[in-house]
DNA sequence: TAATCTTTGCAATCGAGTTGCAGTAAAAGG
DNA sequence: CCTTTTACTGCAACTCGATTGCAAAGATTA
């Protein structure tokens, strides 16, 4: 695993307080976070500080967006090597129990063959039902 | 293609005049409607009744719910028999410049091998890029 | 150091979605 | 029919996640 300053400087982005501390807790975290969820973890950091961040870090694919239908948009931290191109797509769960979203990296996802002439660029696949501890 | 009246009918869904005026632009339209296409559309009927509509809809299959990112909850006319289960699954796909998402009925999808124990209800499952209309 | 650019915090705003409520219409009971 | 009950509709108000303007603070450059 890499450290916050790791990531940042591969992926060129500028290391500042509210950065690393915002890309820490992501990747403390098992599950995706939303922006409030990161707002209420770090007690003393503004909310649009937070919301600028995480826009910084998509932009940079230091982070990825999962809009997984609760309302909120949920985030997490790339795997290493990832670009958010069409070859990094994989699917979410997200679990109508306990409301935890995550990145199913060791689900492959198969080839889509779309209709002639469709250009695939990004996808959003998120896959809902009982997580294994939820479902018992 | 059967008519608005046949459809409420099956999925037991009382005929109003509300609901008749939006299915029949549901069934109009060849890409999803959010409530706001919708509204513009139906310039003398209320958005909070339409709202409701599209709620019973859903409840009742008549209609299915899209997340495509862009903001706002897109809705689609269930293909005839289909019952909003895992094998009723279909991607959709978001047309990045045209803003256009519509249900790709005609591609397969695969069945998702999931992690030991997770089950499967729903998925809301996107591809985005260029339709075919704008990949020139 | 001074000038310039970037990041941050705060408050205000936006907008899709949702709800309370009262009026209207439709269904049920007699 | 007429009355009672239930369902639907329209309007206005509200919720809440997301976003923005702006000025202060911090970092970078000349
Ligand atoms: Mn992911
Ligand atoms: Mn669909
Ligand atoms: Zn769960
Ligand atoms: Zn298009």
Same mark, same amino acid.
């Given at each position: 695993m890499q450290t916050e300053e790791e990531i940042l400087k591969i992926k060129k982005v500028k290391n500042t307080a509210v950065r690393t501390v $915002?890309? =820490?807790?992501? @990747?403390?975290q098992e599950k995706a976070q939303? @922006?409030?969820? /990161?707002? %209420?973890?770090l007690?003393? +950091?503004? =909310?649009?500080? &937070?919301? =600028? +961040?995480l826009k910084t870090f998509e932009e940079n694919k230091v982070i990825h967006s999962i809009e997984d239908g609760s309302g909120m948009t949920k985030y997490a931290v #790339?795997?290493?090597?990832? %670009?958010?191109?069409?070859?990094? @797509?994989h699917y979410h769960f997200y #679990? +109508?129990? #306990?409301?935890? +979203?995550? #990145?199913?990296?060791? $689900?492959? &996802?198969?080839? /889509?063959?779309?209709?002639? %002439?469709f250009k695939l660029k990004q996808a %959003?696949? $998120?896959v809902k039902g009982l997580c294994d501890n939820c479902n018992k």
């Open positions: $915002v890309l =820490r807790h992501l @990747l403390s939303s @922006l409030k969820d /990161i707002e %209420n973890a007690a003393y +950091t503004d =909310r649009s500080s &937070i919301f =600028r +961040t #790339c795997a290493k090597g990832c %670009n958010c191109d069409p070859k990094d @797509l #679990c +109508t129990n #306990c409301d935890k +979203t995550f #990145c199913l990296f060791d $689900v492959p &996802i198969p080839k /889509i063959q779309l209709p002639e %002439n %959003n696949m $998120v």
